[in-house]
């Protein structure tokens, strides 16, 4: 029988200008369905975010040097995106500026 899970949502608090895992390959024989993913800009400064599904060799872009104004919040998902992430694939992403963009993702596991 299949579980399903709400997860606590996936934080970072200044996102890197490096590439890094934002959300992580789930569990064999699990899912995790993505449903929102937010990036905010916290800085005094106009920044870019880049973001995609990668599946352990190539990256495939949700988002490409996405424009994110001061103040303002990037917002992938809610009703049109969800994101289907099984063993070996995952979300990354980096900013444009170092301590300026703050991430959130929300989801649900099934196992």
Do not use: E, H, W
């Not at 029988?1 to 996936?10: A, C, D, E, R």
């Not at 975010?49 to 001061?70: K, Q």
């Amino acid at each position: 029988m299949q579980t399903t899970n709400i997860q606590n949502p996936s934080l970072l608090s200044s996102l890197s200008t490096a590439v890094q895992t934002l959300v992580a390959t789930p569990a064999p024989a699990s899912g995790l369905i993505v449903s929102a993913l937010t990036f905010c800009n916290k800085s005094s400064a106009n920044v870019t975010v880049t973001c995609s599904i990668y599946n352990g060799t190539t990256d495939f872009y949700l988002a490409y040097n996405a424009p994110v104004a001061i103040g303002d919040t990037l917002v992938l998902g809610g009703d049109v995106l969800k994101v289907m992430l099984t063993n070996g694939f995952s979300i990354r992403g980096y900013a444009s500026a170092i301590n300026s963009v703050d991430f959130t993702a929300s989801s649900v596991l099934f196992t």
